[in-house]
Each structure stands twice: as structure tokens, then as C-alpha cells.
């Protein structure tokens, strides 16, 4: 009975350690994702800027998952410090999401791609097609259809180079409906804008 005491006292203990370190980790992580996303913090607001910082969060996205951190919870948080909509919550956290499979897709996070993205260099693709291309920030919904959302992260994806300079893939519909339906309910999206879409995605 001593021994399972002990034992048990033990257990109590290491779990109260894991718990602190998990706590720990999600604290890191949330700070420099609301960093990132506070445009106060970031300054200039153009197109480049936006896409190296959503390379950033990409990344960082990455290693969270890697350390088990509940990115949902984590994208709430920074919206919650930043007095930004919830509503945004599930567009950018889809994103996020989206960006981060095509990097881990493409070996955009391996051999030297992460330095690449902190100094704000558009990262190589390793793997998954389109071999030694670079991978670069493009719209999801073009600025022409959705002036308002150009620079919106929620509105930025990862392509291969080859793609984007060769026009094949302005509109891919199931994402781009994911996207104008997020972005119209967080209230980013115009009616106007959303009526060019809808008008667009039925001439594919």
C-alpha cells in the first residue's frame, strides 16, 4: 500500500510537470502568432508583406502541431487579444491549415526552408511535384472578383511558381467555396464581390 501510494504521488506529480510544459508551449506559440497577425505590430500592409508574414505562420502552425498545440484554440486566442471578429476564426484557421499540408505536402518546412522563411525568402519545393520550383503566396479569390480580400490571410495560399506564372489555377472551386463562405460570414467578403464570384465559379 506504501509503495502504491508512492507510486500513485509519483504519477500525480508528472502529470502536473506535462501539464505545465504543455501550458507552457501553448503560451509561446499564441504570443507569436498574435504577433504576427497584429498589423499594428507589423507595419507595412502590401501584398509582400502579408506573404511573408503568412509564410511565418505557416510555419509556425507546423512546429505547434508538432508539440501537440490545439491550433483552433490558439487562432481564438490571438483574435480574442487583437478585439478581431470570432467569426474570422474558421477562414483563417482553414487557411492555416491548408498552407501548412501543401508545406508538409512539398518539404517547405525541411533542408534549410525554414531559415528561408524567417528571412522572408519564398521556400523550395522538395517533394509532392514540381521538384526544385519555389513555392509562392497567390490569392485563392483574384483581386479582381474581391478587391477588399487581396491581402487577406485568409486569402492567401501556397502554390508552385510554375502555377501561378502560367495562370492554370485561378479558381479552384472547392476551395475557393470554402473561402467565400468563411470570409462572407466573418464579414470580409462584400455581397457585391461574393455575387462576382458565384458569377465566375459557374463560367468554369
Do not use: C
Amino acid at each position: 500500500m506504501k509503495y502504491s501510494t508512492v507510486y500513485f504521488a509519483l504519477l500525480i506529480a508528472a502529470l502536473y510537470v506535462i501539464q505545465i510544459d504543455q501550458s507552457k508551449s501553448f503560451n509561446q506559440f499564441s504570443d507569436e502568432f498574435t504577433q504576427l497577425l497584429d498589423d499594428s505590430q507589423q507595419g507595412s500592409d502590401s501584398f509582400t508583406t502579408r506573404t511573408e508574414r503568412l509564410q511565418k505562420m505557416a510555419l509556425l502552425v507546423h512546429r505547434a502541431e508538432e508539440e501537440k498545440v490545439d491550433i483552433e484554440k490558439m487562432v481564438d486566442t490571438a483574435l480574442s487579444r487583437l478585439d478581431m471578429p470570432a467569426s474570422y476564426a474558421p477562414a483563417l484557421t482553414h487557411s492555416l491549415i491548408r498552407n501548412v499540408r501543401f508545406g508538409q505536402q512539398h518539404g517547405l518546412f525541411e533542408d534549410g526552408n525554414a531559415e528561408r522563411i524567417s528571412r522572408g525568402e519564398a521556400p523550395s519545393i522538395k517533394n509532392g511535384g514540381y521538384d526544385g520550383d519555389v513555392a509562392e503566396v497567390d490569392q485563392v479569390i483574384p483581386h479582381y472578383l474581391a478587391p477588399e480580400i487581396s491581402t487577406n490571410f485568409a486569402n492567401l495560399v501556397w502554390k508552385p511558381k510554375a502555377v501561378i506564372e502560367a495562370g492554370t489555377d485561378d479558381l479552384d472551386v472547392a476551395t475557393t467555396i470554402q473561402a467565400v463562405t468563411e470570409l462572407h460570414s466573418s464579414t470580409f467578403l462584400t455581397g457585391h464581390s461574393l455575387n462576382r464570384v458565384i458569377h465566375s465559379l459557374k463560367s468554369i
